[in-house]
């Protein structure tokens, strides 16, 4: 959950999921009195911020039955005219996971547009970095599918959610890696817009491969599809994040778990997002920082609805890095765990952090969903949590919760 200086936006073609626009509009209509109210800027004191980038999301508005016009149309529509009417260079728009848009402009620009009748609230946009913690020794799955140490050196399973589709929100994924076996797919670029969502870091990959990878996967026969929304450098914007939500609600083919094993500085805009999965009936699992603090300061972590995943390392110790607390649900394997590697179709790699951890508890999602296709995100997660294994964790941190994710229900 680490943040650096600004960085670029690079537009290009629209996607299925919103519009992608980078034209500044004209000044026509542009707010030029001084004597409009000011909004507040939510979050603008928090941590690195984007400068002159804002989220803005717009109060909930349904189109005029009959009028023939979409949701997607009318956010559209409504963003063209606050930026415009704000002097606002619009960039994205979103109509699924949230109503709103990003746009480019001051912040008195920003502050005023934070106070029209029409917007809910306005963030800065943020860098937002994958929560990974690169190490390397060994283990693995053995972990999650028994109750207590030592490890048997053996994964059991019955299920392997050939029914089920996972989509990683992160950094990309090598599809043709041989562990994927041809299940993994592109869903879409938002890092470059276009539909080829390759993976430059190799996070997404690594993560990918302990959802459903043939020989590192806890769901070994899952459908992967890859949403980027992180550079070569595991980073991105909030907006960009933010587009791969909406994506996903858009395009989600059920019953569908969903991986965000990114995080930040708290935002309303962020915790919508996952939300939105949630109620669109995907089950999201999201890591818990790497900063060993309270979880419930960090975004999406902090989100009631999602599962919240702290890391363990092979003793069952918390492990160093792994944030806690409160609104952490359940702890799975996060400290040098070997998985696919974005290098080659046959490369492996160690990684540790949070995000590693948090695939581990988004396959065993798949796995109940396979027995279950019609669950609920509220019944695969109370499904997830009642089966886990309790007070195993050493030094789990303060207010969390004693769990560690159990495979075997």
Not at 272 to 287: K, L, P
Not at 307 to 321: E, L
Request: hydrophobic share 35%.
């Amino acid at each position: 959950m680490r943040r650096s200086g600004p960085i670029r936006l690079v537009l290009g073609a629209g996607a299925v999921a919103l519009a992608v626009l980078g034209t500044t509009l004209g000044t026509a209509g542009a707010v030029s009195s001084e004597s409009r109210p000011l909004g507040e800027i939510r979050g603008a004191d928090v941590g690195p911020v984007i400068r002159g980038e804002y989220i803005v999301v717009l109060k909930k508005k349904r189109p005029e039955a009959g009028s023939g016009i979409s949701t997607a149309e009318d956010v559209r529509s409504r963003a063209r005219g606050l930026a415009g009417r704000y002097d606002g260079s619009l960039r994205r728009t979103y109509s699924a996971a949230l109503q709103g848009f990003s746009v480019r402009m001051t912040e008195a620009k920003a502050r005023r547009l934070a106070a029209d009748p029409a917007v809910a609230y306005v963030e800065p946009d943020r860098v937002e970095y994958g929560d990974d913690v690169q190490t390397d020794p060994v283990w693995g799955l053995d972990r999650v599918d028994q109750r207590d140490l030592p490890l048997d050196k053996r994964y059991e399973y019955t299920r392997t959610a050939g029914n089920v589709t996972a989509y990683v929100v992160d950094s990309g994924v090598r599809i043709g890696h041989q562990d994927f076996e041809g299940r993994a797919s592109y869903g879409y670029n938002f890092v470059d817009d276009n539909t080829t969502a390759s993976d430059c870091h190799g996070h997404g990959t690594h993560v990918a491969g302990t959802i459903g990878g043939r020989a590192h996967g806890v769901a070994k026969k899952v459908r992967i599809v890859a949403v980027k929304v992180l550079n070569c450098q595991n980073s991105g914007t909030t907006a960009n994040v933010l587009a791969g939500y909406d994506w996903v609600v858009r395009n989600a083919k059920r019953p569908a778990v969903a991986n965000v094993s990114i995080g930040g500085s708290p935002a309303a805009a962020k915790d919508a997002g996952v939300r939105a999965m949630v109620q669109a009936g995907i089950t999201v699992a999201v890591s818990a920082g790497n900063k060993d603090t309270d979880a419930c300061t960090q975004s999406p972590a902090r989100e009631p609805s999602v599962i919240t995943v702290a890391a363990t390392a092979r003793d069952d110790r918390r492990s160093t890095f792994s944030n806690h607390g409160s609104c952490v649900d359940v702890f799975a394997p996060g400290t040098s765990i070997v998985s696919t590697g974005h290098g080659s179709n046959t490369a492996t790699a160690t990684m540790s952090g949070t995000s590693m951890a948090t695939p581990h508890v988004t396959a065993v999602a798949a796995l109940h969903l396979a027995g279950d296709p019609g669950a609920t995100p509220a019944k695969v997660t109370d499904a997830l949590l009642g089966a886990a294994s309790r007070g195993k964790v050493t030094g789990p941190g303060a207010g969390s919760p004693n769990r560690l994710v159990y495979s075997g229900f």
